[in-house]
């Protein structure tokens, strides 16, 4: 079978369900060719993430990996080298901020601590993966790529900021890394009902709204992102880095809404 990531060793964290996006990344990196390896936070994970790895490509590399532990970091990083002795794609998908951060309004629920723990686990993990990766990527064309969310919408509180750090890390990352042949590109996808946004009240009504006012009239899909992600990470995207893509149904372009047609 011939796709366009043939060949192509890629590493997916961030996937905790069957809807994760990490999911519609890994099943169109599969269909495109590509070899995967995935990662879990925690043993509560390791058995869902395990099914979706046997789906894709029947992947054996499953590894535990808690991006706020160093040296998790460094085993994930030891265990690809010893079984691939190199690394093409690393996917980010991962983003936390405590729960009572995502309520009420930003200046009420905000803490140091909240603050920090958002920015570690969102916008910081990227790098320490670039970093950690860096050595495994040299001479291959490798690409790193993450999830982004940037709009002031309301209860995303500090997520917000997290994200701005996390899009700044981008084009930082791909300044640093594009001497090495290796790109850095980020993807903002429209609202999407994963479990990071179960229990978000009135997430019904923002998948709904952001539908109504996007040019395609829709919701995406994490197959919508899969596949530009799986694009972004090819050799077709050889010129693109440092830049954020939008998958949102062309919702950011819009300014007003337009008089029903028809
Ligand atoms: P999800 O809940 O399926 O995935 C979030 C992942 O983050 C989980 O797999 C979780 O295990 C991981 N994670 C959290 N803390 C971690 C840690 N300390 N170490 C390792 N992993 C950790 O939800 P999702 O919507 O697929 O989220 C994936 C990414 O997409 C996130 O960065 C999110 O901000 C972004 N995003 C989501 C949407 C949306 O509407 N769902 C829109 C735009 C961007
Ligand atoms: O990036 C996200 C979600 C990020 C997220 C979700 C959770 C829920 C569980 C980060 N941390 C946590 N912490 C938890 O304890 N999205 C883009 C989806 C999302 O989340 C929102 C949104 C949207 C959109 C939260 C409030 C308002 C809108």
New binding site residues.
């Given amino acids: 079978r011939m796709g366009f990531l043939n060949g192509k060793k890629a590493l997916i ?5 069957d ?5 519609g990344i890994a099943e169109a990196f599969a269909r495109e060719g590509a070899e995967l390896a995935f ?4 043993d509560r ?1 390791k058995g869902r993430v395990e099914d979706v790895a046997a789906r894709c490509n029947d992947s054996k590399l499953v590894l535990p ?5 160093d040296a ?1 970091i460094a085993n994930v990083m030891q265990e690809v080298e010893q079984q691939w002795g190199g690394i093409d794609i690393v996917i ?5 901020a405590p729960r009572e951060q995502l309520q009420g309004r930003y200046l009420d629920v905000v803490t140091r601590e909240g603050f920090a723990i958002s920015h570690d ?2 916008a910081y ?1 990227f790098a320490a993966l670039g970093k950690a990766a860096r050595p495994l990527m040299q001479g291959r064309n490798a690409a790193l790529l ?4 940037l709009r002031a919408v309301p209860m995303y509180n500090v ?1 917000g900021p997290a ?1 701005a750090s ?1 899009e700044a890390n981008v084009r930082f990352m791909a300044a640093d890394l594009g001497s090495e042949g290796i790109r850095v590109n980020g ?12 229990g978000i009240s009135g ?1 019904r009504n923002m998948l709904a709204s952001a539908a109504t006012a996007s040019p395609l009239k829709r919701n995406v899909t ?1 197959e919508d ?1 899969g596949n530009t992600a799986a694009f972004l990470c090819s050799d077709l995207a050889a010129g693109i880095t440092g830049e954020i893509i939008y998958v949102d149904a062309g919702y950011r372009i819009m300014g007003m809404q337009f008089p029903e047609e028809g």
């Fill in positions: 964290t961030g996937v905790a369900s809807r994760s996006i990490a999911v990662t879990y936070q925690g994970l990996l808690d991006v706020t532990d998790q980010h998908a991962i983003g936390f686990i969102s993990s993450t999830l982004t969310y997520m994200k996390l993807i903002s996808a429209g609202p999407i009902k994963t479990l990071a946004a179960a997430f994490i992102v």
